[in-house]
């Protein structure tokens, strides 16, 4: 099977073709809707039988190309940009050039076989969207409250008000819908009852896994679904005296990271089994941003379970 190795930018697609005779075409498209059609009468071209496309999850980036040549009927793969990274390192790689990146994603692909990737329903891809422009909308009432708090022109500090008022009223609108949404897909309903159900994830954070791990319960592992959240230790050591302390990978979705901060101080105080998780860490010793860090995952992989075995969460479940 030939393999196509993207690597993904704002702005381009540089792709790398690897047949299965070992043969390589490069190329380079634009990452638009206009440029796809061309990326697709390049591939068909080359008369491919069957083709498993591999990019990396870079920021939002490559969602539309990945979406497009899914329909288009090829097998596609989006994977953690760390694995990439990895298997890079092991070939040696010392150089690293956008139309390098692709020929090493279509080695990857070739050589490991990823999981393949399922683009969101419709109604993922709308919620997603709701969840994204509140977002949206709450950095930019963030920024315009703080630029209040240090205006001292009257008039400028009226209109900012104006300016803050309509976008907490907005907010709070994308809100309702939001709601309103979910409560109307059963499917969805389903799973954020599942998740709401665990202590320490409420709305704010069900929505949000909801939304940006739309696919968490068809993950291979609970571990898998941490790592693309990067939300697994980052280790360092070299011989026998360079040693520091271990800390979150942070290669993966940090909407994700972001939303469980707070739940899983939460979790900590109220639910049994990252409670416990945390004495064991405390009686080791271990810095508080690591025992943060090791209820965040946790929570992750209390997600995983319920939603992939359709259960509520039981907190004696692994007592």
């Known amino acids: 099977m030939a393999t196509l190795g993207i690597d993904v930018s704002k702005e381009t697609l540089d792709v790398t073709l690897l047949k299965p005779d070992g043969a390589q075409v490069k190329g380079q498209f634009g990452n638009q809707a206009k440029e796809f059609k061309k990326l697709q009468r390049w591939l068909t071209n080359h008369q491919l039988k069957e083709l498993h496309v591999c990019m990396e999850a870079t920021n939002v980036y490559w969602e539309e190309a990945a979406e497009f040549l899914h329909e288009q009927g090829y097998q596609v793969s989006v994977v953690n940009p760390a694995r990439i990274k990895g298997f890079a390192q092991s070939q040696m790689r010392r150089n690293k050039t956008d139309p390098l990146d692709g020929e090493v994603i279509a080695q990857f692909c070739a050589a490991l076989k990823p999981a393949l990737w399922q683009p969101p329903t419709p109604e993922q891809r709308q919620l997603r969207a709701l969840v994204r422009h509140q977002r949206a909308l709450q950095k930019s009432l963030t920024q315009q409250t703080n630029r209040r708090a240090t205006c001292k022109e009257a008039a400028v500090k009226a209109s900012l008000k104006r300016v803050i ?43 949000v896994l909801l939304a940006e791990m739309y696919d968490l319960a068809d993950y291979e592992s609970a571990r898998a679904a941490a790592a693309d959240a990067g939300l697994t230790p980052s280790h360092y050591s070299s011989g026998k005296t360079v040693r520091r302390k271990p800390k979150l990978s942070k290669v993966g979705k940090a909407s994700v990271r972001s939303i469980l901060y707070f739940p899983a101080i939460t979790a900590m105080q109220h639910n049994p089994i990252v409670r416990a998780l945390k004495e064991r860490l405390e009686a080791r010793g271990k810095d508080w941003n690591v025992i943060l860090g090791a209820a965040m995952r946790k929570l992750v992989h209390l997600a995983y379970g319920v939603l992939k075995n359709r259960t509520l969460f039981d907190p004696n479940y692994s007592r």
Request: aromatic residues 4%; charged residues 25%; contains cysteine.
């Open 165 to 207: 008022d309509t976008l907490q009223a907005e907010i709070e609108h994308i809100e309702q819908q939001i709601q309103t949404f979910i409560d109307d897909q059963p499917e969805l309903k389903q799973q954020y009852t599942l998740l709401i159900s665990i202590k320490g994830i409420g709305h704010r954070c069900a929505v």
